[in-house]
Protein backbone atom coordinates (compact mmCIF):
# COMPACT_ATOMS: atom_id res chain seq x y z
CA UNK A 1 0.00 0.00 0.00
CA UNK A 2 1.13 3.71 -0.80
CA UNK A 3 2.03 5.91 2.06
CA UNK A 4 -1.30 7.70 0.76
CA UNK A 5 -3.24 4.79 1.62
CA UNK A 6 -1.71 4.30 4.90
CA UNK A 7 -2.42 8.15 5.91
CA UNK A 8 -6.25 7.40 5.11
CA UNK A 9 -6.94 4.07 6.42
CA UNK A 10 -5.31 5.37 9.91
CA UNK A 11 -8.80 6.65 11.13
CA UNK A 12 -10.91 3.70 9.52
CA UNK A 13 -12.84 1.73 12.06
CA UNK A 14 -13.18 -2.13 12.06
CA UNK A 15 -15.62 -3.85 9.72
CA UNK A 16 -16.20 -0.68 7.83
CA UNK A 17 -17.11 -0.66 4.25
CA UNK A 18 -14.51 -0.63 2.19
CA UNK A 19 -14.71 2.50 -0.49
CA UNK A 20 -12.85 2.66 -3.39
CA UNK A 21 -11.69 5.75 -5.26
CA UNK A 22 -10.49 5.41 -8.54
CA UNK A 23 -7.61 6.90 -8.73
CA UNK A 24 -6.08 7.85 -12.26
CA UNK A 25 -6.54 11.84 -11.66
CA UNK A 26 -8.19 14.48 -9.68
CA UNK A 27 -8.87 14.66 -5.99
CA UNK A 28 -7.82 11.17 -4.71
CA UNK A 29 -5.77 11.92 -1.09
CA UNK A 30 -8.47 14.56 -0.32
CA UNK A 31 -11.53 11.82 -1.00
CA UNK A 32 -9.72 9.26 1.08
CA UNK A 33 -8.97 11.17 4.13
CA UNK A 34 -13.04 12.71 4.04
CA UNK A 35 -14.00 8.78 3.93
CA UNK A 36 -11.43 7.77 6.79
CA UNK A 37 -12.99 10.52 8.67
CA UNK A 38 -16.54 9.62 7.61
CA UNK A 39 -16.04 5.80 9.05
CA UNK A 40 -15.24 4.24 5.88
CA UNK A 41 -11.94 1.65 4.66
CA UNK A 42 -10.99 3.82 1.86
CA UNK A 43 -8.52 2.24 -1.17
CA UNK A 44 -7.15 3.57 -3.93
CA UNK A 45 -8.29 1.67 -7.35
CA UNK A 46 -6.46 1.66 -10.30
CA UNK A 47 -7.19 -1.74 -11.47
CA UNK A 48 -10.80 -3.74 -12.84
CA UNK A 49 -9.34 -6.51 -9.98
CA UNK A 50 -9.98 -4.18 -7.30
CA UNK A 51 -13.54 -3.43 -7.91
CA UNK A 52 -14.30 -7.10 -6.78
CA UNK A 53 -12.94 -6.26 -3.23
CA UNK A 54 -14.47 -3.27 -2.61
CA UNK A 55 -18.36 -2.01 -1.13
CA UNK A 56 -18.74 0.92 -3.45
CA UNK A 57 -16.76 3.30 -5.39
CA UNK A 58 -16.14 7.00 -5.77
CA UNK A 59 -14.76 8.97 -8.75
CA UNK A 60 -13.43 12.14 -8.05
CA UNK A 61 -13.67 15.74 -9.41
CA UNK A 62 -10.54 16.20 -11.96
CA UNK A 63 -10.97 16.52 -15.81
CA UNK A 64 -13.38 14.03 -17.04
CA UNK A 65 -12.55 13.73 -20.40
CA UNK A 66 -8.99 12.83 -18.81
CA UNK A 67 -10.01 10.40 -16.39
CA UNK A 68 -12.22 8.91 -18.99
CA UNK A 69 -9.60 8.52 -21.20
CA UNK A 70 -7.36 7.03 -18.61
CA UNK A 71 -9.86 4.64 -17.41
CA UNK A 72 -10.21 3.14 -20.84
CA UNK A 73 -6.65 2.59 -21.30
CA UNK A 74 -6.95 1.31 -17.85
CA UNK A 75 -9.41 -1.37 -19.05
CA UNK A 76 -11.82 -0.14 -16.52
CA UNK A 77 -14.52 1.77 -18.52
CA UNK A 78 -16.58 -2.06 -18.98
CA UNK A 79 -15.87 -3.62 -15.49
CA UNK A 80 -16.91 -0.02 -14.32
CA UNK A 81 -20.43 0.38 -15.68
CA UNK A 82 -20.92 -3.58 -15.67
CA UNK A 83 -20.60 -3.18 -11.62
CA UNK A 84 -22.67 -0.27 -11.04
CA UNK A 85 -25.61 -1.72 -13.48
CA UNK A 86 -25.06 -4.66 -11.16
CA UNK A 87 -25.75 -2.97 -8.01
CA UNK A 88 -22.38 -1.44 -6.96
CA UNK A 89 -23.29 1.70 -4.93
CA UNK A 90 -21.07 4.83 -6.57
CA UNK A 91 -20.11 8.16 -5.60
CA UNK A 92 -19.49 11.03 -8.47
CA UNK A 93 -18.37 14.46 -7.92
CA UNK A 94 -18.16 17.36 -10.30
CA UNK A 95 -16.36 15.16 -13.56
CA UNK A 96 -17.31 11.83 -11.79
CA UNK A 97 -20.77 13.38 -11.96
CA UNK A 98 -20.17 13.88 -15.69
CA UNK A 99 -18.57 10.69 -16.44
CA UNK A 100 -21.61 8.31 -14.20
CA UNK A 101 -24.07 10.44 -16.54
CA UNK A 102 -25.83 8.72 -20.12
CA UNK A 103 -25.26 12.16 -21.75
CA UNK A 104 -22.68 14.87 -21.53
CA UNK A 105 -23.07 18.08 -23.27
CA UNK A 106 -20.42 21.22 -23.56
CA UNK A 107 -21.06 24.82 -21.88
CA UNK A 108 -23.04 25.75 -25.29
CA UNK A 109 -25.15 22.66 -25.10
CA UNK A 110 -23.17 20.74 -27.93
CA UNK A 111 -22.71 17.04 -27.63
CA UNK A 112 -19.34 16.17 -25.61
CA UNK A 113 -17.52 13.21 -27.24
CA UNK A 114 -15.95 11.40 -24.06
CA UNK A 115 -16.04 8.25 -22.76
CA UNK A 116 -18.88 7.82 -20.63
CA UNK A 117 -20.41 5.08 -17.89
CA UNK A 118 -23.77 5.90 -18.98
CA UNK A 119 -25.22 4.44 -15.06
CA UNK A 120 -26.98 7.48 -13.91
CA UNK A 121 -30.10 8.67 -15.99
CA UNK A 122 -28.83 12.04 -16.31
CA UNK A 123 -27.74 14.53 -19.11
CA UNK A 124 -24.98 16.85 -17.49
CA UNK A 125 -23.27 20.11 -18.95
CA UNK A 126 -19.96 20.56 -18.74
CA UNK A 127 -18.02 23.97 -17.43
CA UNK A 128 -21.98 24.86 -16.57
CA UNK A 129 -21.00 27.94 -14.30
CA UNK A 130 -18.15 29.39 -17.08
CA UNK A 131 -14.47 29.02 -16.81
CA UNK A 132 -11.91 28.48 -13.78
CA UNK A 133 -12.07 32.10 -12.80
CA UNK A 134 -16.32 31.87 -12.47
CA UNK A 135 -15.37 29.23 -9.89
CA UNK A 136 -17.37 30.23 -6.34
CA UNK A 137 -18.34 29.34 -2.99
CA UNK A 138 -21.46 28.74 -1.08
CA UNK A 139 -23.75 27.26 1.53
CA UNK A 140 -26.36 24.77 0.76
CA UNK A 141 -29.54 22.96 1.68
CA UNK A 142 -29.04 18.96 0.57
CA UNK A 143 -31.90 16.89 1.21
CA UNK A 144 -30.87 13.32 3.31
CA UNK A 145 -27.83 16.05 5.07
CA UNK A 146 -28.58 16.77 8.19
CA UNK A 147 -26.48 19.34 10.58
CA UNK A 148 -27.36 22.58 8.30
CA UNK A 149 -26.39 23.70 4.96
CA UNK A 150 -23.12 22.36 3.79
CA UNK A 151 -20.29 24.74 2.40
CA UNK A 152 -19.78 24.04 -1.17
CA UNK A 153 -17.08 24.40 -3.35
CA UNK A 154 -17.50 25.14 -7.05
CA UNK A 155 -14.93 24.79 -9.48
CA UNK A 156 -15.51 24.76 -13.19
CA UNK A 157 -18.12 22.93 -12.25
CA UNK A 158 -21.13 21.21 -14.22
CA UNK A 159 -24.76 21.09 -12.95
CA UNK A 160 -27.37 18.33 -14.43
CA UNK A 161 -29.44 19.24 -16.86
CA UNK A 162 -31.79 17.33 -17.09
CA UNK A 163 -33.05 13.52 -15.25
CA UNK A 164 -35.07 11.05 -15.51
CA UNK A 165 -37.87 10.20 -13.71
CA UNK A 166 -35.71 7.54 -11.54
CA UNK A 167 -33.51 10.67 -10.52
CA UNK A 168 -34.12 12.66 -7.16
CA UNK A 169 -33.02 15.84 -6.42
CA UNK A 170 -31.30 16.51 -3.72
CA UNK A 171 -29.87 20.20 -4.24
CA UNK A 172 -30.19 23.27 -5.96
CA UNK A 173 -28.19 26.40 -7.13
CA UNK A 174 -29.88 29.49 -8.47
CA UNK A 175 -26.50 31.05 -10.38
CA UNK A 176 -26.86 34.23 -12.14
CA UNK A 177 -25.81 35.33 -15.49
CA UNK A 178 -22.62 37.44 -16.65
CA UNK A 179 -25.29 40.62 -16.34
CA UNK A 180 -25.71 39.75 -12.61
CA UNK A 181 -29.60 38.20 -13.72
CA UNK A 182 -30.51 35.44 -11.62
CA UNK A 183 -31.17 32.22 -13.45
CA UNK A 184 -33.69 29.22 -12.81
CA UNK A 185 -32.33 26.90 -9.91
CA UNK A 186 -29.64 24.11 -11.53
CA UNK A 187 -29.80 20.84 -9.70
CA UNK A 188 -26.45 20.25 -8.47
CA UNK A 189 -26.78 17.04 -6.07
CA UNK A 190 -28.98 14.12 -7.06
CA UNK A 191 -29.32 10.40 -6.25
CA UNK A 192 -30.63 7.33 -8.78
CA UNK A 193 -30.60 4.62 -6.25
CA UNK A 194 -27.19 3.43 -5.41
CA UNK A 195 -26.07 5.95 -7.34
CA UNK A 196 -25.13 9.26 -6.06
CA UNK A 197 -23.77 12.55 -8.10
CA UNK A 198 -22.62 15.91 -6.85
CA UNK A 199 -21.44 19.15 -8.58
CA UNK A 200 -19.67 20.39 -6.52
CA UNK A 201 -16.24 19.21 -4.29
CA UNK A 202 -17.34 18.16 -0.49
CA UNK A 203 -14.06 17.13 -0.12
CA UNK A 204 -12.18 20.47 -0.51
CA UNK A 205 -14.39 22.32 2.84
CA UNK A 206 -13.57 18.92 5.03
CA UNK A 207 -17.27 18.38 5.58
CA UNK A 208 -17.76 14.43 5.72
CA UNK A 209 -21.56 14.42 6.06
CA UNK A 210 -22.05 14.23 1.67
CA UNK A 211 -19.92 11.10 2.15
CA UNK A 212 -21.58 9.82 5.29
CA UNK A 213 -24.80 9.50 3.18
CA UNK A 214 -22.94 7.74 0.02
CA UNK A 215 -21.75 5.16 3.28
CA UNK A 216 -25.27 5.07 4.25
CA UNK A 217 -26.56 4.03 0.60
CA UNK A 218 -23.75 1.45 0.66
CA UNK A 219 -24.53 -0.15 4.06
CA UNK A 220 -28.14 -0.61 3.04
CA UNK A 221 -27.02 -2.52 -0.27
CA UNK A 222 -25.16 -4.54 2.26
CA UNK A 223 -28.18 -4.85 4.51
CA UNK A 224 -26.22 -3.33 7.44
CA UNK A 225 -26.42 -0.34 9.74
CA UNK A 226 -24.63 3.07 8.59
CA UNK A 227 -20.90 3.06 10.05
CA UNK A 228 -20.29 5.85 12.35
CA UNK A 229 -17.60 8.83 11.51
CA UNK A 230 -15.52 11.66 12.98
Not at 123 to 147: I, W
Request: glycine share 12%; hydrophobic share 45%; aromatic share 4%.
Amino acid sequence: MTAVGREALAGAADGAPRIGVLALQGDVLEHLRVLARAGADPVPVKHAAQLDEVDGILIPGGESTTIGRLATLYGLIDPLRERIGAGLPAFGTCAGAILLAAEAIGPDGSPSPQPLLCCMDTVVRRNAFGSQVDSFETDLDVKGVDGGPMHAVFIRAPWIESAGAGVEVLATVKPIDRDGAPLDAKVVVARQGHILASAFHPELAGDPRLHRLFLEIVQVSRGQPAPTGK
